[in-house]
């Protein structure tokens, strides 16, 4: 196996879903960087991995870091994994990833389960364009202008949340989007008890507060991206398209911005003639 870092995708809940070349990795490492090593090691011992465990996280001392160093510098090969699915969705391991690029490391992707992306695949919403944007702010202010930004944005929306907060989440994804916005609630994915919902998020807050069973374990929220009329672009796109404008005619600057997006060369082309009007 060549050395290297090797970021290792680990099940979200179903132990079915561990990849036989995940396996064949994490058997065959020198070292194995967990984000917590108690949860990861009855992983380990499901499929009889003995690899040495060392504790890696956002908050790790030099340490991990030079035990880590140590192993790759020796031509040895470190896996990294968190306590499910993908690691760096969400959580640690990127400082760990570009301090390995930094040093000219190799660094290779052991792909697998992502609750992001496996609530997407099932969401029934659009999957052209989306927007991970994990976990919202705690505190009530704060996730509110968070949500108040993004309210405008096409593309569809996903969200982790916890269990205590997912009532909080949906009353402000109601206050800001409005109570006919289409979400849908993915929990507990691939697990004994997994609910995916769909709905208005009106419907989702009267579903989830109905039945407290909704306000346990893992929590994705994808949401769908507001709706764009053919002359409404959201703001990111409609900055891009008058930018262009000042140094392009019209219809070329509605080409370049169509082939950089998706939206339609005509549709933008109609907005900067009616913002010229």
Same mark, same amino acid.
């Given at each position: 196996m060549e050395s290297g870092l *090797?970021?290792?995708a680990t099940p979200i809940g179903n132990l079915g879903d561990m990849s036989s070349r995940a396996v064949e990795i994490l058997r065959h490492a020198d070292l194995i960087a967990a984000e917590d090593t108690r949860h990861s090691l009855r992983l380990l011992e499901h499929f009889g991995i003995e690899t040495r465990?060392? &504790? *890696?996280?956002?908050h790790s001392d030099m340490r991990s870091v030079d035990k880590i160093d140590e192993c790759l510098g020796g031509?040895?090969?470190? &896996?990294?994994?968190?306590d499910a699915g993908t690691p760096l969705i969400s959580? !640690?391991?990127? $400082? +760990?990833? $570009?301090?390995a690029h930094e040093q000219s490391y190799a660094v290779r992707a052991v792909p697998g389960p992502c609750a992001a992306i496996a609530a997407l695949s099932v969401s029934g919403l659009a999957t052209d364009r989306f927007y991970f944007e994990g976990f919202l702010p705690a505190k009530t202010i704060a996730r509110a202008n968070r949500l108040r930004a993004l309210k405008g944005e096409a593309a569809t929306l996903i969200f982790y949340e916890a269990p205590? @907060?997912?009532?909080?989440c949906l009353a402000a994804l109601e206050a800001e989007f409005g109570p006919d916005r289409q979400v849908m609630m993915a929990r507990e994915i691939t697990k004994a008890f997994e609910t995916v919902k769909c709905g208005t998020v009106s419907e989702l807050l009267?579903?989830?507060?109905?039945?407290?069973?909704?306000r346990r374990g893992e929590i994705v929220l994808v949401v769908a991206g507001k709706p764009q009329t053919d002359t #409404? +672009?959201? #703001?990111?796109?409609?900055?891009? +398209?008058? @930018?262009l &404008? #000042? #140094?392009? !005619?019209?219809? @070329?600057?509605?080409?370049?911005?169509?082939?950089?997006?998706?939206? $339609?060369?005509? &549709? +933008? *082309?109609?907005?900067?003639?009616?913002?010229?009007?």
């Open positions: *090797y970021v290792v465990l060392i &504790a *890696y996280h956002d031509g040895g090969v470190v &896996a990294l994994v968190s959580d !640690p391991g990127y $400082r +760990l990833v $570009r301090y205590h @907060r997912i009532l909080d009267d579903f989830v507060g109905g039945d407290s069973n909704q #409404e +672009l959201d #703001e990111a796109t409609a900055a891009l +398209l008058r @930018r &404008a #000042e #140094e392009l !005619p019209a219809k @070329r600057a509605a080409a370049v911005v169509a082939d950089i997006t998706g939206v $339609r060369k005509k &549709a +933008l *082309y109609q907005f900067l003639l009616d913002e010229k009007q």
